[in-house]
């Protein structure tokens, strides 16, 4: 084994030590569970905040939203936030309405960056054509506009 490692240079012999840190943090703070609200991250409900019901198994779990029927998604299909919602198991949509609409997540997670981000991203894909060549005037009227100033601060 040492000969391996001593004819090819691009590998280096393990560590057998393991290092112990003594103030060592957990490296997730986003854990899946039931009342941790997520974003679909694919398909058809792409960008749709939706709240974790029931753990179905390790791959799987229920989820639901105020404006969309129950339905079981991959674990591979949402995106976790920091936001979570103090829900029984598999609650009603009314208790889980009053719930969002008390803690207020909704508006929290609208507020956010990530939230607006989504909400850019919708606005746009809703432009007609000519909204997009209106978009493209504007922007090339700021250019000339950004250029104009520049060529004055340098004289």
């Known amino acids: 084994l040492a000969r391996?490692?001593?004819l090819f240079g691009l590998l280096s012999?393990?560590?057998?030590r393991r290092i112990h840190t003594t103030n060592s943090k957990m490296p997730f703070k986003r854990y899946i569970e039931i009342g941790r609200v997520c974003v679909c991250n694919y398909g058809s409900d792409y960008g749709k905040l939706v709240v974790i019901v029931d753990v179905i198994d390790q791959q799987r779990v229920l989820v639901d939203a105020p404006d969309m029927v129950r339905a079981s998604y991959s674990v591979k299909?949402?995106?976790l936030t920091d936001l979570v919602v103090e829900i029984q198991r598999i609650p009603?949509?009314?208790?889980?309405v009053k719930a969002l609409e008390?803690?207020?997540?909704i508006?929290?997670?609208?507020?956010?960056?990530?939230?607006q981000k989504i909400a850019i991203q919708k606005a746009r894909k809703s432009l007609t054509d000519f909204d997009r060549f209106k978009v493209m005037v504007a922007r090339v009227k700021k250019s000339a506009i950004m250029k104009r100033e520049v060529a004055k601060a340098r004289k």
């Open 77 to 79: 299909r949402l995106a």
């Open 92 to 96: 009603k949509k009314t208790a889980l």
């Open 102 to 105: 008390a803690s207020g997540t």
């Open 4 to 6: 391996f490692y001593g």
């Open 13 to 16: 012999k393990p560590n057998r």
């Open 107 to 115: 508006a929290k997670f609208s507020s956010s960056s990530w939230g």
